[in-house]
C-alpha cells in the first residue's frame, strides 16, 4: 500500500500475489490471485482467488476481513486464474481470466462475488482472450486478444467486449497487423474519456512494453 502523499515508503500487506490486485474504485478493498508456482501455468498449479478490505491501525494498513473468492479446482474446466477488476457500478462482480493449462488460450470470466456463481464471456477455447481494463459503467470490458490471427498471445491487439452475453466484440487497435509488434495491458480512466495501452514487441513476455500510448475514445468513434 503506497501512500497518497508519495512521502513514505510502500507498506506490504503480507500476502503473495500474482499479476495486479483489483482496486476497488468505490472502497478500500482489494482482491488478488495466489498461484500455487508463481512462474508456471503449467498443470497441476493450483490458482485461488482471495478478496479482504484495507484497514488502518495507527496510522499502519492491513488486510482485514480476508476471505476466498474461487478456486479453480472448483470450475468444471482445467484452467488458472488470475484476477482482473470488479465491475462498476456495484461491484457485485469480479472479472477475471481463465488461462488453459498451457497458457496459449483464455477465457474472459466474472464471478458473482455473493454467490461464486461463475459466467463465461467469451467461451472461446481456439482464442486468447484476457480482460485488462474495464469501463466504468460496467457494460464493457477491454481485451488482449488474438481473434483477428489467431496465433497466440505474442500477437494480441485490444479489443472491446460486450458483458451482456452477447459476445459482442469491437477492434480497437491493430499492431499486430504490422509483423514484430502487438498491444497490450490496457487501462480506462474513471471517467471513461481515455484508454492508456503499451506497444509491445511480439517476443517479449506478457507484460513488457516499450512505450505508453493513449486512445482518445470519443475522436476514435467521430472518425471511425
Not at 510502500?10 to 512462474?39: D, F, M, N, Y
Not at 484497514?55 to 480476508?66: D, F, H, K, V, W
Not at 460496467?138 to 458483458?163: M, S, Y
Amino acid at each position: 500500500m503506497l501512500d497518497r502523499s508519495l512521502t513514505k515508503p510502500a507498506v506490504p500487506l503480507g500476502a503473495l500475489c500474482s499479476e495486479g490486485p483489483a482496486v476497488s474504485r468505490k472502497r478500500l478493498h482489494i482482491a488478488w490471485t495466489q498461484w500455487s508456482e508463481s512462474s508456471s501455468r503449467q498443470p497441476p498449479a493450483r490458482s485461488r482467488i482471495f478478496e479482504a478490505d484495507i484497514a488502518y491501525e495507527n496510522g499502519t494498513p492491513r488486510l482485514a476481513n480476508q476471505k476466498p473468492v474461487i478456486d479453480n479446482r472448483a470450475l468444471p474446466f482445467p484452467c488458472t486464474l488470475e484476477t482482473q477488476n470488479f465491475r462498476p457500478p456495484d461491484e457485485k462482480e469480479l472479472t477475471f481470466s481463465a488461462y488453459n493449462p498451457a497458457g496459449t488460450e483464455s477465457d474472459v470470466c466474472g464471478v458473482m462475488l455473493a454467490t461464486k456463481a461463475v459466467t463465461n464471456y467469451t467461451a472461446s477455447p481456439d482464442t486468447y482472450d484476457e480482460p485488462e481494463g474495464i469501463f466504468p459503467d460496467g457494460r464493457f470490458t477491454l481485451v488482449e486478444c488474438d481473434r483477428q490471427n489467431h496465433q497466440g498471445p505474442r500477437h494480441i491487439d485490444i479489443w472491446k467486449l460486450a458483458l451482456d452475453g452477447s459476445g459482442r466484440y469491437e477492434r480497437l487497435t491493430f499492431f499486430s497487423d504490422y509483423p514484430g509488434y502487438k498491444a497490450s495491458n490496457p487501462v480506462v480512466s474513471d471517467d471513461g474519456r481515455y484508454i492508456a495501452f503499451q506497444l509491445a514487441k511480439a517476443g517479449d513476455p506478457a507484460g513488457v512494453g516499450h512505450g505508453i500510448c493513449l486512445y482518445d475514445i470519443a475522436r476514435a468513434e467521430r472518425e471511425r
